[in-house]
């Protein structure tokens, strides 16, 4: 599991600092809030349409040429963000990074759920090697951006996401079976997929733009960049650690039984946010978002031990739908909602679709 795991570390450096930099300084970039938000939700756009389709054309290519492809996608879509480029441009770049994502991320479950009875551990492993990385880059990257400026930054990031290349022609062969649903582009949600939709909307959209503005008005004892470089860093040392704990509780208990527990965690995190405890509540989703991954993955290899692939794109599908639309909206009213009506409404979501996992179907 350790090569298609760093290759999907490595591929994701550019996109992790872009979620905590793109609306903190969005003037470095050349572009507004607005715009901001929507870069950060183009490459999920894309994924809405197009991982169905990925999924089917990673199995046609296999593994090692899908990756090797996706990999040169993930170094020029980082590439843009070093060259000034226009705001069309950045946003091509996002669609091009939506796209490689998919592919990468695909070939990495394929890997885990090869051997179902330990699918739980072994993406919990994969869990822990991305999220070393990704801590390790945004630290690095939020202290450095201060002081050698954005552009620069997304070089350095570019020239060390050029290893995903001879980690990708080195991976060895996996068997990928194509997704089994093919009458629709979007297949009709199940509950685990409206629960994706859900946490996508609230916490990989709305509550990534909006806690960053909250830390930059809220935290004046150093930068907000290194701030939000911390509470950022905090959900992938959350899930260094932890993933593989994850892993093996989703192996013994059920995924599903334990995702429950953390996903009303989660929404009472939110709800502590809309009473004013905005550092400590931001701390709090941030710990708990970093142990829900690898129990969301073995939630979806559990509940569809037949085509755990063709499932995942799916639940990546439905996922990226409420993470599209949550900078969007951000990106557009959050300076219009007030934190205690926003906080509540994303907690009420968050865990009214939690208790929905109750039932399979």
């Given amino acids: 599991m350790a090569r298609p795991s760093w290759l999907l570390a490595i591929a994701m450096a550019g996109d992790g600092l ?21 870069l950060l939700a183009a490459n999920r756009i ?4 197009a991982y169905t389709q990925v999924a089917r054309l990673t199995a046609r290519l296999g593994a090692r040429r899908a990756a090797t492809i996706a990999a040169a996608g993930a170094v020029v879509s980082t590439a843009i963000f070093a060259a000034e480029a226009s705001d069309w441009v950045q946003l091509a770049a996002r669609f091009l990074w939506g796209l490689s994502f998919a592919a990468i991320n695909l070939v990495t479950f394929a890997y885990a759920a090869s051997v179902p009875e330990q699918a739980g551990r072994r993406i919990g492993t994969s869990r822990a090697i991305v999220g070393i990385a990704i801590t390790f880059t945004l630290l690095a990257g939020c202290f450095a951006v201060d002081r050698i400026g954005a552009q620069m930054l997304f070089t350095i990031v570019t020239v060390l996401s050029l290893a995903c290349l001879p980690l990708a022609l080195a991976l060895p062969s996996v068997d990928i079976r194509p997704p089994r649903h093919r009458a629709l582009l979007m297949p009709l949600p199940g509950r685990i997929d409206l629960w994706a939709a859900a946490q996508g909307f609230v916490v990989d959209g709305v509550f990534l733009v909006s806690v960053t503005l909250l830390l930059k008005a809220n935290v004046t004892d150093f930068s907000p960049a290194m701030a939000t470089g911390i509470v950022f860093s905090l959900r992938w040392i959350v899930e260094s650690f932890c993933a593989p704990i994850g892993g093996r509780l989703a192996d013994r208990f059920g995924a599903t039984r334990v995702m429950l527990v953390f996903g009303i965690l989660m929404s009472a995190a939110l709800a502590s946010i809309a009473f004013g405890f905005v550092y400590a509540g931001a701390v709090a989703v941030t710990v708990v978002r970093g142990l829900t991954n690898t129990i969301a993955a073995a939630m979806v290899a559990e509940r569809n031990p037949g085509d755990s692939v063709g499932a995942q794109s799916v639940y990546s599908t439905y996922r990226d739908i409420g993470a599209a639309l949550g900078p969007l909206i951000a990106g557009l009213f959050i300076d219009e909602i007030g934190r205690l009506p926003l906080y509540l409404a994303l907690s009420l979501v968050l865990g009214g679709t939690t208790l929905m996992l109750r039932r399979w179907r």
Avoid: D, H, T
């Fill in 18 to 38: 872009l979620y905590a930099l793109l609306p903190l300084m969005p003037e470095a970039f050349g572009i507004s809030l607005a715009w901001a938000g929507l």
């Fill in 46 to 49: 894309v994924r809405i349409f």
